[in-house]
Nanobody, 127 residues
Framework: QVQLVESEGGSVQAGGSLKLSCVAS????????LAWFRQAPGKEREAVAA????????LYANSVRGRFTISRDNSRSTSYLQMTTLKPEDTGSYYC????????????????????WGRGTQVTVSS
């Protein structure tokens, strides 16, 4: 079982930037695909970005493409989500997740594809 812990989020003004990290423990992440999801109050959890175990593919939701960047550092067992040009609609709880299964194609955005989740961290963007 992999344990995932997100860094503290924060509050920023629209147009600002924030970088989240997620540290994994329990096993190596070298063969795991990693992802970030978010959930706004009253809404379903939605996929934000994912990165394959080899880091050859990074996948993004249309709403964040060009503004967010997902990356990973296997030596630190950590994934990152760099968020720029933040908008109020980016507000929500952000969760990291992992899976050893294939995530290419549409599967990467399916919460059921992931085995372990962090507890989430709050990001608030004010206008």
């Amino acid at each position: 079982q992999v344990q995932l812990v997100e860094s503290e989020g924060g509050s920023v003004q629209a147009g600002g930037s924030l970088k989240l990290s997620c540290v994994a423990s329990g096993r190596t992440i070298r063969t795991l695909n990693l992802a970030w999801f978010r959930q706004a109050p009253g809404k379903e959890r939605e996929a934000v970005a994912a990165i394959t175990w080899s880091a050859n593919s990074a996948l993004y939701a249309n709403s964040v493409r060009g503004r967010f960047t997902i990356s990973r550092d296997n030596s630190r067992s950590t994934s990152y989500l760099q968020m720029t040009t933040l908008k109020p609609e980016d507000t929500g709880s952000y969760y990291c997740a992992e899976t050893g299964d294939v995530i290419l194609g549409g599967r990467w955005s399916d919460t059921r594809a992931y085995d372990s989740w962090g507890r989430g961290t709050q990001v608030t963007v004010s206008s």
